[in-house]
């Protein structure tokens, strides 16, 4: 259940001759969830297990007084169920934003918002401990943010800003459950269990998920061109308190759960840009090219907890730092595109291209490696053709994963060879459409 509502009031004045713009507002949220997973377990007893499953749920199969060996279930959630919950989040937020001119050429957006989160949890744990609407976030933030945007000349800006954000965990995340996917075998804890190194005995995770306090910074130069074209040059580099990122589970194989680890830091550089194609030759204005290009540093300083079971659990010859790779944050992202627009032909196509670099996916710790995502070429075409009486008719042909290639995941480890954690094929698929707007 959600329930938002917001009022925004703008005024509209003039400062050193110039237009400029006074906002202040607020609002109010309220989430809540019901949360609920039934378990079942299947004890097949004396039945023949064979690869058809449908044989295994047969009448004769079942407990009974004359096959007292027979096939029988036990509900999991009776008498208590951990996997069920119910959270709530109460969120009252206000803002002032000004907008104007303090110098000529220069625009200024200065403003601050303040949040007051609170959550509340009902549910109880693997231990069967109660938790009656139990406040498990209390937060009161204020957000600056300062947009300076400074007109070089006509169509070209220099833009700069800082902000602050924040990244909160989600009722799944924050929460006793423990989620499994029948199809990958995998479980999701939710992060208010702790983990303890199996090994040493030492705790790794206390259980105490909370929020990500992120500061961005940007500056950018972008130059405007008529018919949408654009090109723009960006650096960023921003800061991460707290960051929330998917641990392997020490007590449990295949299963993961969100942690706030040591502070992180990403510094990168992008490229972006839009170009008719008859800036080259008249013959074509119906084409045009786009990119996004990203080049990024990321690192996370490890806390000692993390620093030393990788330290325990090192292999020969490996040299364990203090920082290792942010999760979730590839090193490089290419996007380009060629399309075609025929405007007086009602036909449009396109070519895209999209890969990101080798990105750590899920973070090992103890003896558990990293895991980390291979680049996947993608590789798409779309074809739209409007046709009939008024343009009414659109035909439409899409073309997905051209290079067929494959979806995968690799453990890494010192000085070892990669091995597969998931392999998804998707293979090329091909889509047709026909429409008619009435």
């Not at 400029?20 to 004890?43: C, M, P």
């Not at 449908?54 to 199969?61: L, W």
């Not at 659990?313 to 364990?320: K, L, M, S, W």
């Amino acid at each position: 259940m959600n329930i938002a509502s917001r009022a925004d009031v703008t005024r509209n004045y003039t400062f050193r001759d110039e237009k400029a713009k006074l906002k202040v507002g607020g609002g109010y949220t309220f989430k809540k969830r019901d949360y609920e997973i039934n378990g079942f377990s299947i004890f097949t007893g004396n039945t023949e297990v064979t690869d058809d499953p449908n044989t295994i749920f047969q009448s004769d199969n079942f407990f009974n007084r004359e096959n007292t060996e027979g096939l029988y279930y036990a509900p999991q959630f009776i008498p208590n169920n951990a996997n069920a919950f119910e959270s709530q989040v109460q969120n009252i937020a206000a803002y002032v934003s000004n907008e104007f001119t303090p110098v000529d050429k220069l625009k200024a957006i200065v403003g601050v918002r303040m949040e007051s989160y609170v959550q509340n949890y009902s549910g109880r744990n693997q231990s069967n401990q109660v938790f009656d609407n139990e406040e498990v976030l209390n937060d009161l933030d204020l957000f600056p943010t300062l947009n300076l945007i400074y007109a070089v000349k006509e169509n070209h800006n220099l833009r700069a800003s800082f902000t602050r954000t924040i990244a909160r965990p989600s009722f799944k995340e924050a929460s006793f459950a423990t989620i499994i996917d029948p199809i990958s075998g995998r479980t999701f804890i939710g992060g208010f269990f702790s983990d303890i190194d199996v090994e040493t005995g030492e705790e790794i995770w206390d259980g105490n998920l909370t929020k990500t306090n992120i500061n961005n910074f940007d500056l950018r130069y972008e130059m405007y061109q008529g018919g949408g074209q654009n090109i723009s040059l960006s650096a960023f580099y921003k800061t991460f308190e707290n960051p929330i990122e998917i641990v392997q589970y020490v007590q449990a194989t295949n299963n993961f759960q969100p942690r706030n680890v040591g502070n992180g830091q990403v510094l990168g550089v992008e490229l972006e840009f839009k170009k008719s194609l008859g800036s080259v030759d008249s013959k074509l204005n119906a084409f045009s090219v786009n990119g996004n290009i990203t080049v990024t540093e990321s690192s996370v300083k490890m806390n000692e907890t993390e620093r030393r079971s990788r330290i325990n659990n090192a292999r020969d010859g490996e040299e364990i730092g203090d920082s290792r790779d942010m999760a979730g944050q590839a090193p490089y992202i290419v996007n380009a595109g060629l399309s075609y627009n025929g405007r007086d032909n009602g036909l449009e196509l396109g070519m895209f291209y999209n890969v990101q670099g080798r990105t750590l996916q899920y973070v090992g710790i103890a003896d558990r490696p990293d895991v980390y995502s291979v680049p996947f070429q993608s590789l798409n075409f779309s074809a739209n053709y409007t046709f009939g009486m008024d343009k009414k008719f659109r035909a439409g042909l899409k073309v997905n994963n051209i290079l067929n290639s494959a979806r995968e995941s690799v453990f890494e480890s010192f000085n070892a060879e990669d091995q597969i954690f998931s392999s998804i094929r998707p293979q090329t698929s091909i889509g047709m459409s026909l429409s008619y707007r009435l």
